[in-house]
DNA sequence: TCCTTGTTAGGATTGATTCCTATATAGCAC
DNA sequence: GTGCTATATAGGAATCAATCCTAACAAGGA
């Protein structure tokens, strides 16, 4: 969802994070999508209202806002790192046809714990679920009844 | 756990792959271990028995193996992927401290599903929890008690 | 307004992985 | 066993997401 510069001041802030126009856009643009975005996907959008930035202060406003714990990297694929700002519990539909992560909210499955210490003095902090499968435009395409493509997408 | 030759070679033939020296010591190799080892790991002890082998030959084997179904990939973190001759449905448990990566079989976790249709149209085939925290010999060392180390390690 | 410190742009670099290709060899048919 | 063919291997080159380096800049606090 969209941020008021307000709120958005007060997240950076809190976390003693200095507020940049570049800054703000590339947060903002995670914030305002749904799509788990990849750095170059972010560079491309943001670039819109800052032709200058570099690709370079997206990859390092990303890693600063992840040490902060205002966005969350995931990594599904090896190619790339793809991005969430939505940093409440929540688990991911993974479409094994076209790569698209989907987020998915379900209390059950926030609630999940590793049964008894069979876990051999693993301290658990949490959790995540990944469900994988084929999103419902590659099921209208048939992409489903393939075999999932295994290989590489550099 | 080790594999017999004649057990290898019938996982070889029945998925149409060419049964090769350097295969079998990479499979064998990564069937032996429970540590999710990197393609390079791999190749360092590899190395062992075959002295002229070489990094391609690792990926491009690690990828047939995976086409094939014989092994998994898991891209818990960013820099490098890690494989598994675990194919059986199993889950992770991931330190956060020091990367290392434990099986961890659990009934109940092997039958979750997504509640309802929520989903919007996505089949699933499969899913893996993912546990994120520190090991014992990581909370020995009290590296629990640090805030996780978000900086990439290339 | 000034200072200090973190941020930005952009160029160079890294390094895991992939691509290319000549040679070697596994598996199959005879 | 011999020969044939498709595939595997080695090794060198190339790719490219991500990181490193650094000089100029600009938040935010005093
Ligand atoms: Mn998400
Ligand atoms: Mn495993
Ligand atoms: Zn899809
Ligand atoms: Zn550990």
Redesign the pocket.
Known sequence: MRLTPDEM?MR??ERG???????AA?YQALAGTVSHP???DLHRHVRRQ?P?????????????LREAGLVHEVNYW????RFDANITPHHHLVCLGCRSIQDLTDEALDRLSVSGRLKGGFEVTGHRVEFHGYCSTCCRAGRHLSRPDH??H?
């Open positions: 001041r950076f802030r994070l200095k507020m940049t126009p570049q800054r590339i990849t750095a170059e800052h200058m930035i570099s690709p370079n202060t997206v990859y390092y406003t990303l890693g600063v090896h190619d790339r790192s290989r590489r550099r």
